[in-house]
């Protein structure tokens, strides 16, 4: 199982050794100066409640100040809501506004203009602002490290959490990319993040691929077959199920009820012994379970590599679920869970206005909810977390909402931290998939699928003709897997989504191609420089005009920082992901629009170059989040 730690972010560029894009400008900065760039909101809040007190002799905490974005349909860079002040104001909401914002204008330096629609006071930002913030940013090597608080925190985040009975499906590519984007983004903001991988390699379904293979395998190895270990044991997962409806389809036919019938089919009576042997560790069996399990997790590997996926520790609930197991017998003992006549044993959820739930078999056998227990107390006492993400989809709601009641119960205060980053599911125009029927989408076909139709795009568009074959080859799968993953991260993880290949390798509108060629091309713009023997630009002129597209991107250059602190506190990719879209489509029309190395003078050369630079930087920053890659030339 692959286990590495951290990540880089490299600079994409050959010819043009960018010192700001790979990061080698290293300038310091007043931190007076940091402040005021980078906290223009929190100084604008903290004026309004100085606005307060002064207009209307009132005290507010900042907590009141509601600041948004101006929306692009009006005038201005920041908007205040005057809504819950007209209590302490008295007045309309646009003369309340209008006071305000005559106030701020005359204690907030960078405050030029501001205008008053209703109950929003806009306020206007003065170009001398931007042009500090984007000399600031010209110094720097990262963007988003520069004002985000550190955090003391350590967040534990699950993801992946596989079967050996099956190979990885479409299913799987969702929860392995928003595991480790989500990862990334809770270190960008300062956390100790431990990603971790729970393996289901024991339990009824894996026993279900054992037998099948016992009976019908004759021995054939991943190696024979000549196909990876994790699809040989997949097709007798299927077998088995294939086998398992032909015998209950019998049982009925022969007047045996449908729940009767499920239960006393012979292969699955077969599998249930298989799973208690394997609990009490008859050595066939083990060894069986060790030989298959073996080549799953080989084939496991491969793919987690090829979609660039790490952990920092793996656990194997074949290592852990008899943790589990002691703390429902403790629980057993103080009373805290009740036993069966048949000895199972069992959590009375009725005063949560649940069922009750099954924690050991008759048999002694145990149940996800059983290993899960043990887990969650085992990492604790590992990490001490402040926090724990499972990210697992959302048929699994009740699981994690019992998962939490029962170490309540079981007196483990922490409980409280554990949160359920809860997706949704992943179709094909064609519809659902089903794992047990073989209809899945298998991740490794999929990987293989995005590459080619990566190569056949890029190929019709004629733009690599000079490239040669390794270099080629390299750009396909930097395309194809950044189709694959952007298109899947730009979709909100509480969203049902329908995944199309095709549509995701689309060089224009909303993917990730579209965002690596901006990128490329910026890469391109500056090694036309160098080839014309412009220098990298300095400091900015302050007295440098700013068009109403150069301020539109800078605005949005300057939004990241926030835009990451939200994507890490709601856990959602998908807000990094839209607005790199943004900032890329913000930058491809300017660019249309406005020479940058044939601008009328040096001034606005400087600055155009210091613009795209930092884009670079952004797109650069934003793609690393989501783990893709971006390719030097396209």
């Not at 691929?209 to 997949?234: F, I, R, Y």
């Not at 009375?348 to 206005?353: A, N, P, R």
Request: aromatic letters at 10%; proline letters at 3%.
């Amino acid at each position: 199982m692959i286990i590495t730690r951290g990540f880089h972010m490299e600079g994409c560029m050959q010819k043009y050794h960018n010192p700001i894009i790979h990061g080698y400008y290293n300038k310091f900065t007043e931190p007076e100066l940091t402040f005021k760039l980078m906290n223009i909101e929190a100084r604008i809040a903290a004026k309004v409640q100085k606005a307060l007190a002064y207009l209307y002799e009132t005290e507010i905490s900042l907590d009141m100040v509601q600041i948004q974005r101006t929306r692009k349909d009006f005038t201005g860079d920041f908007t205040v809501v005057v809504f819950p002040f007209l209590r302490y104001s008295k007045l309309p909401p646009e003369q309340t506004g209008q006071e305000i914002g005559h106030f701020l204008k005359d204690k907030v330096e960078e405050i030029s203009d501001f205008n008053v629609i209703k109950g929003f006071l806009n306020l206007i930002i003065n170009n001398a602002f931007w042009l500090g913030f984007l000399n600031s940013m010209n110094q720097r090597e990262s963007i988003y490290d520069l004002y985000l608080e550190p955090s003391d925190k350590t967040i534990v985040v699950e993801y992946s959490s596989p079967n050996t009975n099956k190979p990885l499906h479409l299913g799987h590519i969702r929860n392995n990319l928003l595991g480790f984007s989500i990862s990334r983004i809770l270190e960008a903001t300062g956390n100790e993040v431990k990603r971790v991988n729970l393996v289901n390699d024991r339990g009824i379904h894996i026993c279900k691929s054992m037998l099948a293979w016992q009976k019908w395998g004759n021995g054939e190895t991943p190696t024979s077959k000549g196909v990876k270990g994790d699809h040989l044991v997949g097709d007798y997962y299927v077998l088995f199920d294939q086998e398992y409806k032909k015998q209950v389809k019998q049982l009925r036919e022969e007047g045996m009820s449908k729940e009767g019938a499920e239960k006393g089919a012979p292969l699955m009576k077969e599998a249930r012994e298989m799973l208690h042997s394997w609990e009490q560790d008859d050595p066939e069996t083990v060894d069986l379970w060790k030989k298959m399990n073996s080549w799953v997790l080989e084939g496991f590997d491969q793919t987690y590599n090829a979609l660039g996926i790490e952990f920092d520790k793996v656990y194997y609930e074949s290592q852990v679920y008899r943790r589990g197991k002691e703390e429902v017998k403790k629980g057993l003992d103080r009373g805290v869970f009740f036993s069966r006549p048949d000895g199972s044993v069992w959590a009375d959820l009725s005063e949560e206005d649940l069922d009750q739930k099954l924690l050991l078999r008759s048999d002694g056998t145990s149940v996800y909810i059983t290993q899960d227990i043990g887990t969650a107390i085992q990492r604790y006492e590992e990490f001490d977390f402040d926090e724990h993400i499972y990210v697992v989809g959302n048929e699994q709601n009740y699981h994690f909402q019992v998962l939490k009641i029962l170490l309540d119960k079981l007196g483990y205060s922490w409980y409280e931290h554990l949160h359920h980053l809860a997706y949704g599911m992943v179709e094909l125009p064609e519809g659902k998939m089903k794992s047990r029927e073989g209809t899945v989408v298998d991740a490794d076909e999929l990987i293989d699928e995005m590459l080619d139709t990566a190569r056949k795009m890029t190929e019709e568009s004629g733009k690599l003709g000079d490239f040669s074959q390794q270099e080629k080859e390299a750009i396909y799968r930097s395309i194809g897997l950044g189709a694959l993953k952007y298109f899947i991260l730009k979709v909100d993880p509480k969203k049902n989504m329908t995944f199309d290949p095709k549509e995701s390798v689309d060089f224009n509108g909303n993917t990730g191609p579209f965002v690596q060629y901006s990128y490329a091309r910026i890469n391109s713009l500056l090694s036309k420089a160098a080839d014309r023997d412009i220098p990298l630009p300095g400091e900015i002129s302050a007295n440098t005009p700013l068009n109403n597209k150069e301020i539109q991107i800078v605005k949005l250059i300057h939004q990241f920082p926030g835009v990451i602190r939200e994507a890490g506190q709601e856990m959602n990719p998908s807000l990094v992901a839209n607005f790199v879209y943004e900032l890329a489509k913000e930058f491809n029309q300017f660019y249309h629009d406005y020479s940058v190395l044939s601008a009328d003078n040096r001034a606005l050369i400087d600055l155009r170059m210091v613009i795209s630079i930092q884009v670079a930087k952004v797109i650069r920053e934003a793609m690393g989040l989501l783990g893709i890659d971006l390719p030097e030339r396209m």
